[in-house]
T-cell receptor, first 118, second 110 residues
Framework: GAGVSQTPSNKVTEKGKYVELRCDPISGHTALYWYRQSLGQGPEFLIYFQGTGAADDSGLPNDRFFAVRPEGSVSTLKIQRTERGDSAVYLC????????????????FGEGSRLTVL | GDSVTQMEGPVTLSEEAFLTINCTYTATGYPSLFWYVQYPGEGLQLLLKATKADDKGSNKGFEATYRKETTSFHLEKGSVQVSDSAVYFCALSGAHDMRFGAGTRLTVKP
């Protein structure tokens, strides 16, 4: 399809396990964002890629979280030693250009990956 | 840091009622303001936006005006429909990302 694709849509894992969440952005979109949405909350910024590089990873909560985008397209969010508090919906979004004060283009979101840590 | 605060829900209205969802913001610089909507089972999608003070964004009968003097961007619709039932998020553009409010769930009953 033409939209942002995220897999898996649902992931249940046990505390302490390693998890990978994948995002396939809209073709040609150079900017890619990961957000985390906890129940009853709005999306919380995690990391932003411009091309292959992480331009801003200030939202990653700790060093258990890491994300890559090796070829400037698909991105993988990696969570080590998962904890129950990591349970949330992880959203990926892409846009033609980076968001910001000088650019107000639309962010296109995927449907998210729901992570449950038991 | 930059942030938005929006009216807590949930909000339940009858069809054809008037809707207001309040949103206020705190920001340095000159952010753009947005409303995103999340329909059941779907991803977040842009509803409308305004890029500078006094701009009015509109789409699908919804409107919001960027008010710098009151730092607000309230969402309004004159006559809601059952199909408007969704979660609505106010957002602003930060330095290079989007900052979202907590969301307001709207349910419209026939």
């Amino acid at each position: 399809g033409a939209g942002v694709s995220q897999t898996p849509s649902n992931k249940v894992t046990e505390k302490g396990k390693y998890v990978e969440l994948r995002c396939d952005p809209i073709s040609g979109h150079t900017a890619l964002y990961w957000y985390r949405q906890s129940l009853g909350q709005g999306p919380e910024f995690l990391i932003y890629f411009q091309g292959t590089g992480a331009a801003d990873d200030s939202g990653l909560p700790n060093d258990r979280f890491f994300a890559v985008r090796p070829e400037g397209s698909v991105s993988t969010l990696k969570i080590q030693r998962t904890e129950r508090g990591d349970s949330a919906v992880y959203l990926c979004a892409s846009s033609l250009k980076p968001q910001g004060w000088r650019n107000t283009g639309e962010l296109f979101f995927g449907e998210g990956s729901r992570l449950t840590v038991l | 840091g930059d942030s938005v605060t929006q009216m807590e829900g949930p909000v339940t209205l009858s069809e054809e009622a008037f809707l207001t969802i309040n949103c206020t913001y705190t920001a340095t610089g000159y952010p753009s303001l947005f409303w995103y909507v999340q329909y059941p089972g779907e991803g977040l999608q842009l509803l409308l936006k305004a890029t500078k003070a006094d701009d009015k964004g509109s789409n699908k009968g919804f409107e919001a005006t960027y008010r710098k003097e009151t730092t607000s961007f309230h969402l309004e619709k004159g006559s809601v429909q059952v199909s408007d039932s969704a979660v609505y998020f106010c957002a602003l553009s930060g330095a290079h990302d989007m900052r979202f409010g907590a969301g307001t769930r709207l349910t419209v009953k026939p």
